[in-house]
């Protein structure tokens, strides 16, 4: 088989492969010219049946046999007595898979194990503020250390009533002094405001431009809503004033780009941490109102109708969930209390 002009009998791995599905193992003659040092091979294929041993205990792999009587007669003497090459091939319990499948699948995993880690490395340095809320809150709570700010605890408490008696004449400048009573007087700030306490927020209330929304442009209202965003939680344009009947909406950011100039972009991230009972207070023009938490729940961005003004009076805030995402949209409710 070593001379320039014999017949070469060529043997590769994936006819093997082939050989497995359909019994049939191609043999392929090369006969290079013998005045032609340069020439390239002229393949000339012929199609012979061969015998396919399934692997044993002893043996893992496959075994081709050949019946040198199929092969050509120019073939046959050439190759009688020679050691024909054997091609074993790697065996699976359920199947017998491609070398160049398997590789192609690895590549594929490959590349989908290093786009979800680059994707999650992003994702986590885009909203890091937010993620470092969560990670302290859930810290504290693993080590009992739920503090509430004492400034807020008591906000909670309602406003003394006015029990003022009129003061007696004093006849001296001492006993005018000893007359001052203590004023016990309701501090409200100047702007509008909601305080949560479960959350320890406190956060003023901003409007936006309802130019946009008479005149139908959801994407300018869109727009004006996130540019008031930057100063605080926004009050929905068209929905109902503290105080007043309808729905009162209040949006906030859960999380936002890190880039972002506006200092409230986590300002929402612990919202789901409230529970039904508890307490917000919202002022409103210089008058506090209070609203109790009675319902929560999660749905889809086209869910428009928690927006809507009918029944009965309540409070109802809105953020982006899961934080770092728009997918859905966390709806908190509220009815209010009696001042």
């Known amino acids: 088989m070593g001379n320039r002009g014999a017949p070469k009998l060529v043997i590769d791995r994936n006819n093997c492969y082939n050989a497995t599905k359909s019994s ?7 006969k290079t010219p013998q005045n032609a040092k340069n020439t390239q091979p002229q ?53 017998l898979i491609s070398p160049h499948l398997s590789i192609k699948i690895w590549n594929t995993l490959e590349w989908l194990a290093t786009s979800a ?56 400048t001492d006993q005018s002094k000893k007359q001052i009573p203590y004023l016990n007087l309701a501090v409200t700030p100047l702007d509008d405001r909601i305080v949560i306490p479960r959350i320890n927020k406190n956060v003023p209330i901003v409007r936006a431009n309802s130019e946009n929304l008479i005149k139908h442009n959801w994407a300018g209202l869109e727009a004006d809503i996130q540019e008031a965003l930057r100063y605080g939680v926004v009050h929905y344009p068209g929905t109902a004033e503290p105080g007043d009947h309808g729905n009162v909406v209040i949006t906030g950011h859960s999380s936002y780009f ?39 729940k999660v749905i889809t961005p086209d869910q428009v109708d928690v927006l809507t003004q009918s029944g009965e009076n309540r409070l109802t805030l809105i953020t982006c969930t899961p934080v770092g995402t728009n997918l859905k949209r966390l709806i908190v409710f509220a009815k209010p209390l009696a001042e």
């Open 43 to 95: 393949p000339r294929t012929r199609t012979i049946p061969v015998k396919l041993e399934p692997p044993s205990t002893d043996r893992p792999h496959f075994e081709l046999h050949i019946d040198p009587a199929h092969l050509p007669a120019r073939l046959n003497p050439q190759l009688s007595g020679a050691h024909l090459p054997s091609a074993h091939l790697p065996v699976s319990t359920n199947r």
């Open 258 to 296: 890190a880039w972002d100039p506006g200092r409230f972009k986590d300002v929402f991230a612990l919202l789901h941490e409230l529970k039904v009972g508890d307490k917000i207070i919202v002022y409103h023009q210089q008058r506090k109102y209070f609203y109790q938490v009675f319902e929560t």
């Open 24 to 30: 049939i193992y191609q043999l392929q003659m090369a």
């Open 117 to 172: 880690l680059i994707f999650t490395v992003l994702f986590f340095a885009l909203n890091y503020q937010s993620y470092s809320v969560l990670l302290i809150d859930k810290l504290n709570q693993l080590r009992g250390q739920i503090t509430t700010n004492p400034f807020v605890q008591n906000l909670l408490k309602p406003d003394a009533a006015n029990t003022e008696k009129p003061l007696p004449i004093a006849i001296t």
